[in-house]
Every structure is written in structure tokens, then in C-alpha cells.
């Protein structure tokens, strides 16, 4: 299979990174390609509401001239689709969350007969490293993740979750066998 990552820290080598490197390392030893895509370096500007892009169906139809629409061709090439973010104020990083909104322009008639995504029946996850519990921390971000996933009509697998990070190198090896276990139920479809 194909799976695409996208990486919403912006520390190449922090906790986040250091989890996904995990997750890819695991796709990868198991014979799927993987198409890591680093947000910080790319240019997504925030959408501007224009709408646009609502009288486009075939493509993405944003009219803004950044990375947005390449970085979408690659996330629609893929079967398996991997989101991974910090943990920020409960929410997305900053440096994700554009893009997380631009998806918007994948998306017709939303909640009519017609509604069409242009990432429709792919698998998708979600990746969270945080500093505190999950419990009232990191609950808001499964809830927001699970309803987009619904919006673009992908299939929302159960998140992984590494709370009470500190730095990379005090991750640990439970945290390690989580990602492994996690991305081995990712391929198989199994949760
Ligand atoms: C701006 C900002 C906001 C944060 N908000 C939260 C939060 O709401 N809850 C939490 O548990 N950790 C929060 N953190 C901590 C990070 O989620 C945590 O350290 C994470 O593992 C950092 O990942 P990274 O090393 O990939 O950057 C925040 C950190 C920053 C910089």
C-alpha cells in the first residue's frame, strides 16, 4: 500500500517526528511505501472562504497558488493516510491546521445526495503526542478528528495517543511498542 504521513510539528526531530518515524519505520520494514510529508516545510496559507473551489468536483480547486494542491494529489494517491500533530491548546498545531481546513476544496455538496470527497474510502489516523494525560487533554482532538475523517469521508481508525511526552530520547520503550502495535493494526485493518 501507499501511505502518505503528514507530520504537523514544527520540531524535525521532537516527539511527534520521533513517534511517526516509528509508524513509518514499521510500514515500511512490512513492505508498503511510504510518502512522508513534512508540513513545516511547505508553504499552506489559511483558507480564505472564497468558495470558490465548490464549483470544481474533479480536482482540487482551491484558487490560492501555494503547496496546498500538490501535497492533496499525493494524499490522493494514497490508500492509508497518516495525520500526526502535537498536542496544541488542545487542538492541531498551527502548522497543520491550515492545511487540515483546506480540505475544505476536496469536499461537494456536503450533507446532500451529491456529497463527494476526493479522499473518499481511504483509511485514515491520527497521531497525537502530548505533555499531559489523554483524559480532558486530548479527548477535544479524537472528537475533531473523528468528525473531519466523517466530512471527507474517510475511515477514522482509534487514535494513537502519547501522553506525558517530555523530550524524544525519554519516549521509552512502551511508547515504542505502542506505535509498532498500532501501526501493525493500521495495516491490517484490525481495530
Ligand atoms: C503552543 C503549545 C501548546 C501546547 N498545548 C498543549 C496542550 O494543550 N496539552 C498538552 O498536553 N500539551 C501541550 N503542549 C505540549 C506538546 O503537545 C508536547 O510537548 C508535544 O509532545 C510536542 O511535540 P513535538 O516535540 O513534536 O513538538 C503544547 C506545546 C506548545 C508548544
New binding site residues.
Given amino acids: 500500500m501507499n501511505i502518505v504521513t503528514v507530520m504537523g510539528?514544527?520540531?524535525p526531530?521532537?516527539?511527534?517526528?520521533?513517534v511517526l518515524g516509528w509508524l513509518e519505520e514499521t510500514f515500511r520494514d512490512r513492505g508498503h511505501d511510504v510518502d512522508p510529508i513534512i508540513i513545516s516545510e511547505h508553504t499552506v496559507y489559511p483558507c480564505q472562504a472564497c468558495a470558490v473551489c465548490k464549483r470544481v468536483t474533479d480536482a482540487p480547486g482551491c484558487v490560492q497558488r501555494d503547496d496546498a494542491e500538490a501535497l492533496f494529489r499525493r494524499m490522493m494517491a494514497a490508500h492509508v493516510l497518516v495525520y500526526?500533530?502535537?498536542?496544541?491548546?488542545?487542538?492541531f498545531?498551527?502548522q497543520l491546521k491550515p492545511l487540515i481546513d483546506r480540505h475544505y476544496c476536496l469536499v461537494t455538496d456536503f450533507g446532500g445526495p451529491d456529497w463527494n470527497s476526493l479522499l473518499r474510502g481511504k483509511r485514515a489516523g491520527l497521531l497525537?503526542?502530548?505533555?499531559?494525560?489523554v483524559a480532558d487533554?486530548?479527548d477535544l482532538i479524537q472528537q475533531a478528528f473523528v468528525r473531519m475523517m466523517e466530512y471527507i469521508q474517510c475511515r477514522a481508525v482509534e487514535c494513537l495517543v502519547?501522553?506525558?511526552?517530555?523530550?524524544?530520547d525519554q519516549l521509552g520503550v512502551e511508547a515504542r511498542e505502542r506505535a509498532v502495535f498500532w501501526a501493525e493494526r493500521l495495516l491490517a485493518d484490525r481495530f
Avoid: H, I, M
Wanted: net charge positive; charged share 10%.
Fill in positions: 510539528s514544527p520540531r526531530r521532537g516527539n511527534t517526528a520521533t500526526a500533530t502535537p498536542l496544541y491548546c488542545w487542538e498545531s498551527a497525537v503526542t502530548c505533555a499531559g494525560p487533554n486530548a502519547v501522553p506525558f511526552c517530555t523530550t524524544p
